[in-house]
C-alpha cells in the first residue's frame, strides 16, 4: 500500500486505525506498549478479550484500494513473546498456547510450530472465524 499512496494518506490511514485502536485500549483496560510501523503492540494484566473479534477494523479503509482493512493479532498470556503477529494469517487472530488454554469455548485450529526468539518452539492455533465454522 505505502507504494501505491503518498506518504501522507499513509499517516492518515494509520492515524486512524491506531485511534480506534487506543479507545478498544481505553475500553478493555489494557495499554498500548508502543506502535512501531504498521505494528500496534499492547499489554494488558488479565486476558479480556473484545467480544467484537475485530468488528472494528471494518470501520477503516485502505487508502489504496477503499477496501477494509486486514489485520494479524496474536496474542499470549504470560512472559512477553513476540512473532505471534507477525506469523499469523491475515485476518485471523492467533494464540499462544497458553491464551488457548484459557479459552475452552472458541474453535482453534493448530497453525503448526513458530521459534521464538530465546524460547522453545511455540505451538499457537488460530480462532476459526465464523464464517467457517
Known amino acids: 500500500m505505502s507504494k501505491e ?5 499513509v499517516m492518515v490511514f494509520l492515524n ?12 478493555h483496560g489494557v495499554m498500548k506498549v508502543e506502535t512501531a510501523g504498521d ?9 479480556d478479550l473484545p467480544g467484537s ?14 477496501q ?8 499470549h498470556t504470560g512472559n512477553c513473546v513476540s512473532g505471534l503477529e507477525s506469523t499469523c494469517i491475515p485476518g485471523r487472530i492467533q ?11 472458541e474453535l482453534l485450529q493448530p ?5 521464538v526468539k530465546g524460547q522453545q518452539v511455540q505451538r499457537p492455533s ?3 472465524p465464523q464464517a467457517q465454522q
Open 5 to 9: 499512496v503518498a506518504p501522507e494518506a
Open 16 to 27: 486512524t486505525l491506531f485511534a480506534l485502536f487506543d479507545a478498544l485500549c481505553d475500553k
Open 39 to 47: 505494528c500496534y503492540i499492547v499489554a494488558g494484566g488479565i486476558l
Open 53 to 66: 473479534k475485530g468488528r472494528e477494523k471494518q470501520q477503516v479503509r485502505t487508502p489504496h484500494n477503499g
Open 68 to 75: 477494509p482493512v486486514v489485520i494479524r493479532i496474536g496474542l
Open 95 to 105: 494464540l499462544s498456547a497458553a491464551t488457548a488454554s484459557l479459552m475452552p469455548h
Open 111 to 115: 497453525t503448526g510450530g513458530i521459534q
Open 126 to 128: 488460530s480462532v476459526v
